[in-house]
């Protein structure tokens, strides 16, 4: 059974952080590419940052480059998003997905988490 579980979600101050994590069960995880996206109510799902299987390249959305970094640990079949210097635009259900290589023919998504950036 496929799972995306994330995590870390919650409530933070304009300026804080968050680290959302991402564990993943039932395919051979090394072999996805990961990536971020996120819905703000009234909004569409926006893709945030993507990693490529063994982690050697990221991207970013022009939004979130140079405040969030995406990374990954294959040991542990997980995704991250370390999220810096949020602000209350960043308010937004966070998702995980996966697809397959080379052509992204299989993709699983997660339940999502909430993230609330307000003061």
């Known amino acids: 059974q496929v799972q995306l579980v994330e995590s870390g979600g919650g409530l933070v101050q304009p300026g804080g952080s968050l680290r959302l994590s991402c564990a993943a069960s039932?395919?051979?995880?090394?072999?996805?590419?990961m990536s971020w996206y996120r819905q703000a109510p009234g909004k569409e799902r926006e893709l945030l940052a993507g990693?490529?299987?063994?982690?050697?390249?990221?991207n970013y959305a022009d939004s979130v480059k140079g405040r969030f970094t995406i990374s990954r640990d294959n040991t542990k079949n997980t995704v991250y998003l370390q999220m810096n210097s949020l602000e209350p635009d960043d308010t937004a259900v966070y998702y995980c997905?996966?697809?397959?290589?080379?052509?992204?023919?299989?993709?699983?998504w997660g339940q999502g988490t909430q993230v609330t950036v307000s003061s």
């Open positions: 039932g395919f051979t995880f090394s072999r996805y590419t």
């Open positions: 990693i490529t299987t063994a982690g050697g390249t990221t």
């Open positions: 997905r996966a697809a397959s290589t080379p052509r992204g023919t299989r993709t699983y």
